[in-house]
């Protein structure tokens, strides 16, 4: 690829490491953009060397690094998948669809972060030409590697429409974000919602801890192997349930608290000085995203205390301008968190499966709109 006379060049990585911190912290996480820890190098290197990701997991990296005359301008997380397990953008049905009429769905190619629902850009690179090379440069891989799909998932708009202009299918979903509106405190916050629905959050939050239960915040040091290893059991009762097995090892969560533990924050209540349900959260640079919660006791409302309201009143005190509490969860709306679109791009290499994909992505889209206009109407704020 060539732009101006500069040589563009991009080549894959079977691990991070390969490129490097500084090279990929530059354009992950540059200066004037707020920080997200999701992309940041040390959340990823953790992934692949705690063995969360590695290609005995069904994730084998190949990471895009984008060269100009051979000095490194642009990175893109990507990755060879042999499943379509912990993307949180579901394809279950196309591939059984598209092996059943006699093809081979995997290994397909995903662009995105491992196990973690979270929008935000993914070719990272200083400026909108080197984006638009990367997303080239992605279907370029694919072909290369004789892959049947692309999938980029949780996009920015921006990258969504470099994604769209290489011919990818654009597909929506919603989640549920609480957004800060200027609130001094939690209580300005209440007063923004309708009478009915502030009693019932007031309700909850003194159900919720009714028990003698005590909240405490931890980030950094304050949270010890202790407080991981009690958060380990508290991961493994809810992944156990809803994916047949977690997907982290515990090995990760050491990592991440001696590289990044100060963008850590672990909710935790304890009973008589005993942790016994956490919520942990990574705090970016304008908002703090809600990722795994558990439990090894049952106490009402307990889940809403600790996930959202303990999360509210952190965002508040920071001065963050949003939470998102991760994928799916419409009662989320009755506790101030409102839908949002999501994006995802799909690269369909077969002409004929891409028509059937994009027939039916059109029809979701439409049904997806609908539903966010739908949602929105129990939205629990004062009307005017």
Request: charged share 25%.
């Amino acid at each position: 690829m060539a732009d101006g006379g500069d040589l563009l060049s991009a080549r894959t990585a079977s691990a991070i490491a390969e490129i490097g911190r500084e090279t990929w912290d530059s354009v992950a996480n540059p200066p004037a953009a707020p920080y997200n820890p999701f992309l940041a190098y040390d959340f990823l290197a953790s992934l692949e060397e705690s063995g969360s990701v590695a290609p005995e997991a069904g994730w084998a990296p190949a990471h895009v690094a984008l060269e100009e005359n051979g000095r490194p301008v642009g990175v893109a997380p990507l990755y060879v998948k042999s499943h379509s397990q912990g993307e949180y953008v579901f394809d279950h049905h196309w591939a059984d669809a598209y092996e059943r009429a006699g093809g081979r769905y995997y290994p397909k190619l995903v662009c995105a972060v491992p196990f973690t629902p979270a929008p935000g850009p993914r070719l990272l690179a200083a400026d909108e030409t080197r984006r638009r090379a990367l997303a080239a440069a992605i279907v370029q891989i694919a072909k290369r590697f004789g892959v049947s799909s692309v999938h980029a998932n949780f996009l920015s708009a921006q990258d969504a429409a470099h994604f769209a202009a290489q011919g990818f299918l654009p597909r929506a979903g919603a989640q549920y974000h609480w957004f800060n509106r200027g609130y001094a405190t939690f209580d300005d916050f209440l007063a923004a919602l309708s009478a009915r629905k502030r009693k019932a959050v007031r309700r909850e939050r003194r159900e919720a801890l009714s028990a003698g239960l005590v909240v405490r915040h931890l980030s950094g040091a304050e949270i010890t192997e202790r407080y991981w290893d009690a958060f380990w059991r508290f991961y493994q009762d809810t992944g156990a349930r809803k994916w047949g097995r977690p997907y982290l090892t515990r090995a990760f969560f050491s990592l991440i608290a001696e590289r990044m533990g100060e963008r850590v924050l672990l909710i935790v209540a304890e009973r008589e000085g005993v942790p016994i349900a956490g919520a942990l959260n990574f705090i970016g640079g304008d908002a703090l995203y809600g990722r795994y919660w558990g439990c090894t006791e049952h106490h009402p409302f307990l889940h809403f205390e600790l996930c959202y309201y303990q999360a509210v009143e952190y965002a508040i005190e920071r001065g963050l301008a949003r939470v998102e509490a991760g994928a799916q969860g419409e009662h989320k709306i009755a506790r101030g968190y409102e839908p949002v679109e999501t994006r995802s791009a799909h690269w369909i290499a077969d002409p004929g499966f891409r028509e059937a994909v994009a027939r039916y992505l059109a029809q979701e889209r439409a049904q997806n709109a609908a539903e966010i206009d739908f949602l929105k109407e129990y939205a629990p704020f004062r009307r005017g």
